[in-house]
């Protein structure tokens, strides 16, 4: 009986221990969750912050004031309109 | 021995005393004042915050960023955690661009601070730094910050009102802050903590404008060349989809820098760009035939209050003749036909002296005087653009109806809100106000309109070599405080591309030019240009499938096979042609202002007069709200 009594404790404390080990497990997985998720999240904003900045610079670049000094500079003009050729789509004959 | 047994029952006694007053003590301070001392805690190691949501992005029509929010840190930083000071110099050094001495002083003190703000990038490497502490805060980003920037306005901040449409759609655009209950130490310094989030901010809604960046860049920067090759004082520039009112393009700037006032806030008088109204009214009630003619005096006329005078005399002209060379003399003989009313209400039909109703804050309505205060020779000035005032976007829309067959359409600027999950919360449909003309009379008023960029015309300095360019020509005199300005001229040409289909209406107005003032010489090259840039720019604003195929023989055909952007219900009210023929209902428009409810009355497909002054709320209609009616018919409104 007093055996049982003992196997019956250390049933419990084992259970307990289980149970403390799961709850940190949990813990500790959320824990570091949350911080991957806040390191991606900080650098979505990294990578955001330099997208920003890129279109910036893509803005820029590709500006007509940027392009047109450049492109006078090597003798282009814009093209007249009796210059602009746009091609007409063929047109599928029914079968 | 009895001794020692007293002496321990003694210290026995006093420990168990100890004891009792210890767990009296214990369970005052946890049962009694537990409470307090909770709240006390808690009061000073965590705060709520509020946590800012991010604000929603401003796209072009193509998905082109316009204004972003970006967030942004001030980097706060605690010396005596830092566990490497040199490494964490050099690295505060390069990271933010300061100066080595700058930070050297600044991690002498207890708490540095650096107020920047820095970008996301900027900090990113600072985050792994045991002792750097960020406070994040949002703001707008302009990638272009010129670009639009009348439209686009700015959002409130701190002594600046919000603009634009940063004001217009503030409430969309905000989103809705999250809170939550953030770790304080004894510092004052703020730890996230993630499990006591309360509510997650929500961002705003994403704003997509009708404008299309590439349309605006273009309209931006020839503006600005003609005010630098004309001498200008100022200009505003306004390209429209005629088939939907989308604006495109919208320009307007002074040659001062000063801010200018926009394409909806800048008034003029319009010159010989309304003669094309009078020739509108003149058709609507058949008061004309393609072969009428009138004498044009040889280009003086002397009236009983005023010389009129024309630029290229003409002798007999037909109508059409007379919009060509924009003969002021033939135009205000043939405008003798109209009625005062007739002649007002062409005007009203074409949206003058009204707002547009586009989707900004402020917009001016012009100015178009009622019949009844008209004097002897208004009439005749109202014939050739004088004594009465709209805006660049108003004469946009007016040459839109001619462009599209004979509706008026409100101008948009908003082209869709979008959530940022992806829901469409709005997307623009054309929003027709009223047929003013048949398409049969818009193709009459757009042949007469192609006749001035030909020979003999005053706009051949818009012709195109391979596209037909229908538009007037314009040469207002500025007024001033005291009558109007001597030598100061506003030079406008409104235009319709391609004639034979029209995709685009463009307005080119130039204040005060210098070195010839003539629209024909300086607004109407500038159209050329801008029409030019956009047949070589790679924008959607123009369909080149529709610039490529063969002109369509007349342009009320061109409007019928349009798919799915004129469907015939616009149509009204010709009911003849009206396809939707099913009876509506009254709506309740009872305690709207009155533009409110004709607005209301007018997208429901009713016409609707208002009886007495329209000052104030409606307080009734006729027919009653809820009554069932037949399309296009009329409701009264009642005032209280």
């Known amino acids: 009986m007093a055996l049982r009594g003992r196997h019956f404790l250390a049933g419990w404390l084992v259970f307990l221990l289980a149970i403390l080990a799961w709850v940190t497990a949990r813990n500790t997985a959320a824990h570091v969750l949350a911080r991957e998720l806040a390191e991606l999240r900080e650098e979505r904003s990294a990578r955001e912050a330099e997208r920003a900045e890129l279109l910036r610079r893509i803005r820029e670049g590709s500006s007509l004031g940027t392009l047109r000094p450049l492109a006078e500079e090597l003798g282009l003009r814009l093209p007249a309109d009796s210059q602009v050729i746009i091609l007409q789509q063929p047109v599928r004959e029914p079968r | 021995m009895a001794k020692t047994e007293v002496r321990l029952r003694v210290v026995q006694i006093a420990f168990a005393l100890g004891v009792v007053a210890l767990v009296a003590r214990a369970a005052q301070v946890q049962l009694g004042e537990g409470r307090r001392y909770a709240a006390d805690a808690e009061a000073r190691r965590t705060e709520r915050v509020e946590l800012p949501a991010a604000r929603g992005t401003i796209y072009d029509r193509a998905g082109t960023p316009l204004a972003i929010t970006q967030e942004r840190h001030h980097v706060g930083i605690a010396p005596n955690e830092l566990t490497d000071a040199a490494a ?118 994403d704003v997509y404008l009708t404008l299309d960046a590439q349309v605006q860049e273009i309209v931006e920067t020839a503006l600005a060349d003609a005010l630098e090759r004309f001498r200008a004082a100022g200009g505003d520039i306004v390209v429209l989809d005629p088939h939907t009112g989308e604006i495109l393009g919208l320009a307007s700037r002074r040659a001062d820098g000063s801010q200018p006032a926009t394409a909806f806030t800048s008034v003029f008088e319009p010159g010989s760009t309304a003669k094309v109204i009078v020739a509108a009214g003149l058709l609507v009630n058949d008061l004309v035939h393609p072969t009428d003619s009138v004498w044009g005096e040889n280009g003086r006329w002397r009236l009983p209050y005023r010389v009129l005078e024309d630029e290229h005399p003409v002798q007999w002209a037909t109508l059409e003749h007379a919009i060509q060379v924009s003969s002021n003399i033939a135009t205000v003989k043939f405008a003798e036909r109209l009625t005062r009313t007739q002649q007002f209400r062409i005007m009203r039909d074409f949206g003058f002296g009204t707002p547009t109703g586009v989707d900004v804050p402020v917009e001016s309505r012009g100015r178009l005087p009622l019949p009844q205060d008209w004097s002897g020779t208004t009439a005749q000035a109202l014939a050739i653009g004088y004594e009465f005032s709209v805006t660049p976007v108003q004469l946009a829309q007016a040459y839109a109806v001619i462009a599209n067959g004979g509706v008026l359409f409100r101008p948009a600027l908003v082209k869709r809100v979008q959530a940022p999950g992806g829901a469409i919360r709005y997307e623009h449909r054309p929003e027709p106000v009223r047929r003013v003309v048949t398409p049969e009379q818009a193709a009459q008023l757009l042949v007469m309109l192609r006749g001035v960029t030909l020979e ?163 307080a009734r209609t006729r027919p009653a709200a809820g009554g069932a009616v037949a399309p296009g018919a009329l409701v009264v409104l009642v005032g209280r």
């Open chain 2, 456 to 618: 003999g015309g005053t706009g051949t300095g818009a012709a195109m070599a391979q596209y037909e360019v229908a538009g007037k020509t314009g040469t207002a005199r500025v007024a001033g405080p005291n009558g109007y300005i001597p030598g100061a001229y506003t030079a406008i040409f409104a235009s319709i591309f391609p004639a034979s289909d029209p995709q685009l209406v463009l307005v080119v107005k130039i204040d005060e030019p210098h070195g010839g003032y003539f629209a024909s010489i300086t607004a109407a090259p500038v159209t050329r240009r801008v029409l030019e840039q956009l047949l070589a720019a790679r924008t959607n604003a123009l369909d080149r499938r529709r610039l490529a195929r063969p002109a369509a023989p007349s342009p009320t055909q061109v409007i019928a096979v349009d798919p799915g952007v004129l469907p015939m219900v616009y149509a009204w009210p010709d009911t003849a042609r009206d396809a939707d023929t099913a009876s509506r209902t009254v709506p309740n428009v009872a305690g709207l202002s009155f533009r409110e409810a004709v607005e209301r009355l007018h997208r429901r497909g009713l016409r609707a007069r208002v009886e007495g002054q329209g000052r104030g709320r409606v």
């Open chain 2, 88 to 205: 964490a110099t050099r690295l505060l050094q390069s990271a933010l661009g300061l100066g080595e001495r700058e930070v050297r002083l600044a991690l002498r003190r207890r708490w540095a601070y650096f107020h920047g703000p820095f970008s996301a990038a900027q900090v990113h490497e600072l985050r792994r730094l045991r002792g750097i502490h960020l406070t994040r805060t949002y703001e707008r980003f302009l990638p272009d910050p010129d670009f639009a920037l009348p439209v686009l306005g700015r959002p409130a901040a701190e002594g600046r009102e919000a603009s634009g449409v940063e004001r217009l759609l503030d409430s969309v655009l905000a989103g809705t802050p999250g809170s939550a209950v953030v770790l304080r130490d004894g510092e004052g310094r703020v730890y996230e903590s993630p499990s006591r989030l309360d509510a997650f901010p929500v961002p705003g809604d």
